[in-house]
């Protein structure tokens, strides 16, 4: 049985304009990489968790702010190039990026060396426009945008 993942997109609308925030995962593997690779707050869940709110869980774990409580857009799910399935949702709310603190987690690094390093999860976070969210979004997870986009124009919100 494939991974799945649970995540929130949060949103925000600045001037008119819808921005997204998304996160960059930390780690030596990932620090000289950048347009693509960015991704929403998700994590693991098991058959036993729900999967909203493992979603709500991991947005925490991964940013350290508290997603916000009200309406969420249900987005369906997107199927990640490894074959993960992710399952999110989106909510409107703000932050500071500079105020994000992540959980941390250890890694073997260099890969194959036996050496342990302990890493944050997470090493930022931004908020893009919807153009610079597709050239910086993971790709497998750019549907999500997408779906985003088509919900808040079904809900009349955008």
């Keep these: 049985m494939p991974k799945r ?12 304009e819808v ?7 930390g780690g030596p593997y990932w ?16 058959g036993t968790e729900d999967p909203f709110a493992a979603a709500r869980r991991e947005f925490q774990e991964e940013t350290g702010f508290v997603a916000a409580e009200g309406e969420y857009l249900e ?5 990640q190039k490894s074959g993960k399935k992710v399952v999110a949702w989106a909510f409107e709310g703000d932050c500071d990026p500079a105020d994000l603190v992540s959980n941390r987690c250890e890694v ?16 930022e ?3 893009f426009s919807v153009g610079e969210t ?17 919900a808040m124009a079904d809900s009349g919100s955008r």
Aim: charged fraction near 35%.
């Design 125 to 127: 976070g931004r908020w």
């Design 5 to 16: 993942s649970a995540g929130l997109m949060m949103y925000r609308r600045t001037k008119g």
């Design 108 to 123: 073997e690094w260099p890969p194959r060396s036996g050496r342990r390093i302990t890493i944050p999860e997470v090493d």
């Design 75 to 79: 987005l369906g799910s997107v199927t």
């Design 19 to 25: 921005e997204v925030f998304l996160i960059h995962p």
């Design 31 to 46: 620090a000289k990489r950048g347009k693509g690779t960015w991704a929403i707050p998700k994590g693991e869940y098991d």
């Design 134 to 150: 597709r050239e910086y979004i993971r790709k497998d997870q750019e549907e999500l945008l997408d779906k985003l986009l088509e």
